[in-house]
């Protein structure tokens, strides 16, 4: 994407920025329907509301209605351009604005007070944890009602209406309530701004009374939203590619590591500038999967400690210098803290810092100038992506089923694969699909999206629905697992609603095989469901769907054919029934390490 916001191109995952949250503009944000002009007499809060989002690019609103929210709801219904995609919880409408948030580049959710702004808190969690920006927006009390002793419904019974913006301080970076027409204008624009610049949720808070109400800030043409672009120090940039240029120019075998920060600091196009500028070998952490094109002439796959693409760790771990640009190191990603890298052989780039080995850190710089620059300094050097193609052997193919044997997992995602192209996006959730689905190798302009950081079960039920009514061009493939499933499943409801055409492999292992592997006992065994049926029941004669249980290969064939072929305008849920122990060998090693980091003895006093 250019610096504007782009209803369309932002979905469009062969640009380096797909899904790139907006972080700065100095032009007027857009998106692909222009706000409505209004009479001044409907020149009111709930309308002034509405032509923000759309002028942002958000044109679809998941929400869940409430007796605080319902008027709201009607003038943003009323504005042309914006959708209410109304969603069976509040969990699943967060969960939906993030995956929306991820093609767009924006979302937002709406909730009424309290009692559905707690229950979307996870979600709004997690966008936070994942740099997205998301409005999350909350019909508030009646304004007369602040400031008395009175107590309200959708509260805990006490006249303290504060509770609600407490829990939402740790978890959005700006908060609003709009409880008089004077600020409004004001506070709603500061926020919508916020949540761009920071690329991390807002909360506006609406008193239930305002919405149909005009107000001379309200004008009939609005003032075109812009937001001042953010800006590096000249003089710190030269400073850091100087710095930089001369520690990797006296490396003999170094290598480029893509973090999942390339989305927020909108860096994708120049990290890849970058690696066809240098030559040098090039990696992705597991969570920046997708942010980096996999058919690039120097691309390893991903770099993931012990549990990395084939022969990626070696060459990576023994290079003499790496470049990491915007990495998170957490326990996950570092497989338990046992990744073999020494800072002093680092460069660290993160959206707006650069830190050098032990030696010099330059802040003020934002990471699409550096490495743009930095590539213009670097000399030509493929002698790890050399010794990389000399030690590579390609991957073994899975053994082939016997008729009628059991279906693998590594069966199912030979198939899965076979699935991918640039029509197509990957949808991971949290458990084995995510070791599985990194080793899918994603044609160009395959999107693919999963939640690593937060990992949060049942995101994926959500972000399913919330990427695929933003990317209505591509068709989802979502791995899901039968525990996760459980936690969300209702909106496949909204799914079907919305004529959605993904398909969802629900692979039914009987219970929370992940955490099986970090620590076993009997709460990681979960009730079997007739999955097919439950969704059958979901869709009960209406919208298009169709189901299927696949036990073997041959069926597994047969339910692809019919999903791709027949079916192919319908959502499509195929339960995959696998052996509770058929897990990737990855998750077994990870498991084990994430465990032994878990049971680590205090330190001693």
Not at 154 to 171: A, M, N, Y
Not at 385 to 408: Q, S
Request: aromatic share 8%; proline share 6%.
């Amino acid at each position: 994407m250019d610096s504007k916001i782009c209803a369309l191109d932002a979905c469009n995952p062969t640009n380096g920025d797909v899904g790139s949250p907006p972080n700065g503009s100095s032009s007027a944000m857009h998106s692909s329907v222009a706000p409505s002009v209004v009479a001044s007499s409907e020149a009111t809060l709930g309308r002034h509301l509405a032509r923000r989002l759309v002028e942002i690019g958000v044109n679809d609103v998941f929400s869940v209605p409430g007796d605080f929210n319902l008027t709201l709801f009607d003038h943003l219904i009323a504005e042309p351009g914006l959708n209410l995609v109304g969603c069976c919880n509040e969990l699943n409408a967060g969960y939906a604005a993030d995956g929306y948030a991820r093609c767009r580049g924006v979302g937002a959710c709406a909730v009424t007070f309290t009692v559905g702004g707690l229950s979307v808190l996870n979600a709004i969690a997690g966008a936070y944890s994942e740099n997205l920006p998301l409005i999350c927006i909350v019909g508030g009390p009646n304004s007369n009602d602040y400031g008395t002793n009175r107590i309200l419904h959708h509260t805990i019974g006490l006249p303290d209406f504060s509770q609600e913006l407490r829990c939402f301080q740790t978890v959005t970076c700006y908060q609003a309530v709009v409880n008089n027409l004077e600020d409004a204008h004001e506070m709603i624009d500061t926020a919508i701004s916020t949540a761009l610049k920071e690329s991390k949720p807002v909360y506006i808070s609406i008193s239930c009374n305002l919405p149909g109400i005009p107000h001379p800030t309200f004008s009939r043409d609005p003032v075109p939203f812009a937001i001042s672009p953010r800006l590096s120090n000249q003089m710190g940039l030269e400073a850091a590619v100087e710095a930089t240029a001369e520690f990797l120019s006296k490396a003999v075998k170094p290598v480029l590591v893509g973090g999942p920060k390339l989305r927020v600091a909108k860096a994708a196009d120049a990290f890849v500038e970058l690696a066809d500028a240098c030559g040098y070998a090039l990696a992705v952490t597991p969570s920046a999967k997708g942010l980096v094109p996999e058919n690039h002439p120097h691309f390893m796959g991903t770099y993931w400690g012990a549990i990395s693409t084939a022969f990626c760790a070696e060459i990576v771990e023994s290079a003499d210098a790496y470049l990491f640009a915007g990495p998170i190191f957490n326990d996950y990603s570092s497989v338990g803290y046992s990744l073999l890298l020494k800072k002093e052989k680092a460069v660290i780039v993160q959206p707006d810092r650069v830190v050098i080995g032990n030696g010099p850190a330059f802040g003020c710089i934002l990471m699409k100038d550096f490495l743009k620059a930095l590539g213009k300094r670097l000399k030509r050097n493929p002698t790890a992506y050399e010794n990389y193609h000399r030690i590579f052997v390609p991957e073994g193919h899975p053994l082939h089923g016997n008729p009628k044997e059991p279906l693998r997992v590594n069966i199912l995602f030979k198939h899965i694969q076979n699935l991918l192209s640039s029509h197509t996006a990957v949808i991971s959730e949290t458990g084995d699909s995510w070791f599985n689905c990194q080793k899918l190798k994603l044609p160009e302009g395959c999107g693919y999206e999963f939640q690593m950081q937060y990992g949060s079960i049942g995101w994926s039920v959500g972000a399913t629905l919330g990427y695929a009514q933003a990317a209505q061009d591509k068709r989802l493939i979502a791995c899901i697992g039968d525990g996760s499933f459980q936690v969300t499943a209702q909106d496949v409801s909204t799914m079907l609603r919305q004529g959605q055409k993904s398909i969802i492999f629900l692979i039914n292992n009987g219970g929370y095989t992940i955490e099986v592997e970090i620590h076993d006992g009997p709460y990681n065994v979960i009730k079997n469901w007739n999955y097919t049926a439950l969704v059958d029941a979901i869709h009960n004669g209406e919208d298009k769907c169709w189901t299927a249980k696949v036990r073997c290969e041959e069926d597994l064939i047969k339910a692809i054919e019919t999903a791709t072929g027949p079916k192919k305008d319908s959502l499509c849920f195929i339960e995959v029934i696998v052996h509770k122990d058929d897990t990737s060998k990855e998750l077994l090693e990870w498991g084990s390490r994430v465990s032994a980091a878990n049971s680590r003895p205090p330190n001693p006093q």
